[in-house]
């Protein structure tokens, strides 16, 4: 059952607030240091339950919350492989000190009780910092024809980005690009010459919006795709294409299937890359 007057660390899942979680207990070491809890490792990657992690000090009946995690996403150089239902948290343990472990239904689209592996580990994750292009009012200028590499690595969650045909379930971290319609057909793509010289990695999938006001309310969904799959792209690249307008903004939505990794992105008019 769910727990009853204890600090959330800060995460509201909604609709899950009140669904089951299991306690962990952990005692330092004698000399202390950073650890770290995970749902994710490659033995546990095929676990169904959607974790939250929150790690909580103090007695059990009066905890108090030091640090939590959702949603991971399996940043390459902590040497972690998780999925978008995983959680790991990091946290600096005093000497000899008790601290309890909180498992619980996360709040994306996976958000159900279910079965989870955990582990700790002695060390610390340390999340990377965001992208430029995070978010779409930072969004990355494209010229036409120049592909250019990027990266989902520390990049947060869009809940405010509208789904979009053929790119939709699970969410993940994505970044954003712009182009300007030149009346011409478009195509968006991350399959391109830069996809082995950069070594991409991402399972990408792309989105295209038209973006007319505030890019945070008024996206449009254009088209999407996850697979394209056709010719020399490899199954697991997108590719877009659709025809524009004269001066309207587009914003290009790269973002990767359950987990985050570098790729190469390209717009061209007219043609089909």
Not at 223 to 244: M, P
Request: aromatic share 12%; proline share 5%; hydrophobic share 35%.
């Amino acid at each position: 059952m769910g727990s009853i007057n204890v600090d959330d660390c800060g995460f509201n899942t909604g609709f899950l607030n009140g669904r089951g979680d299991v306690w962990y207990k952990f005692v330092a070491p004698i000399d202390g240091g950073w650890f770290t809890a995970s749902t994710c490792s490659g033995f546990f990657f095929f676990y169904e339950l959607d974790s939250l992690l929150r790690i909580y000090g103090g007695g059990c009946g009066n905890l108090t919350c030091i640090t939590g995690n959702d949603n991971f996403f399996g940043e390459p150089s902590s040497g972690l492989s998780c999925s978008a239902a995983q959680a790991v948290a990091s946290w600096f343990a005093e000497a000899n000190s008790t601290y309890f472990i909180r498992v619980s239904a996360g709040g994306n689209a996976f958000g159900n009780d279910g079965a989870f592996g955990i582990i700790i580990k002695s060390g610390q994750v340390i999340t990377p910092p965001a992208p430029d292009n995070d978010s779409c009012a930072n969004a990355t200028a494209l010229e036409l024809g120049v592909p250019v590499p990027g990266t989902t690595v520390g990049a947060s969650l869009s809940p405010g980005v509208p789904f979009c045909d053929g790119a939709e379930f699970p969410p993940s971290p994505g970044v954003f690009y712009s182009t300007v319609g030149d009346g011409q057909i478009l195509t968006a793509s991350t399959c391109t010459e830069l996809y082995d010289a950069t070594n991409a990695v991402l399972d990408t999938r792309l989105s295209v919006y038209e973006a007319s006001g505030d890019c945070e309310t008024d996206m449009i969904c254009i088209a999407g795709n996850d697979d394209y799959d056709h010719g020399d792209c490899d199954t697991l690249l997108s590719r877009v294409s659709w025809q524009s307008k004269v001066g309207v903004n587009y914003l290009i939505h790269v973002y990767g299937y359950d987990i985050v990794g570098s790729f190469a992105v390209v717009v061209i008019s007219g043609e089909t890359p």
